[in-house]
Nanobody, 116 residues
Framework: QVQLVESGGGLVQAGGSLRLSCAAS????????MDWYRQAPGKQRELVAL???????NYADSVKGRFTISRDNVKNMVYLQMNSLKPEDTAVYYC??????????WGQGTQVTVAS
């Protein structure tokens, strides 16, 4: 059974930084593209960043230049370093291994709140 546990969220002032972590188990982690999503109140879940099994990355325009995704295939971890945080980054952040079609796995998420 795939399990995903996100951590590292919290309350931070605008301009501050946070590092989110996601521990994955029950899957062949190194073979999966890993995604970070976020969902703000009243909004749809959106893709923030992704990292392929080969280490290529891509980012939403709204976070490009401020967020960095990385992975450790030995520890089965994926990270999201978030710098220069803005109030509009406030959301619950989730990691998820990429799967085409419905039925993706999700963790419980970690809350990030950026105060202005």
């Amino acid at each position: 059974q795939v399990q995903l546990v996100e951590s590292g969220g919290g309350l931070v002032q605008a301009g501050g930084s946070l590092r989110l972590s996601c521990a994955a188990s029950g899957m062949i982690f190194s073979g999966y593209r890993m995604d970070w999503y976020r969902q703000a109140p009243g909004k749809q879940r959106e893709l923030v960043a992704l990292i392929t099994s080969g280490g290529s990355t891509n980012y939403a325009d709204s976070v490009k230049g401020r967020f960095t995704i990385s992975r450790d295939n030995v520890k089965n971890m994926v990270y999201l370093q978030m710098n220069s945080l803005k109030p509009e980054d406030t959301a619950v952040y989730y990691c998820s291994p990429y799967q085409p079609g419905p039925g993706r796995y999700w963790g419980q998420g970690t809350q990030v709140t950026v105060a202005s």
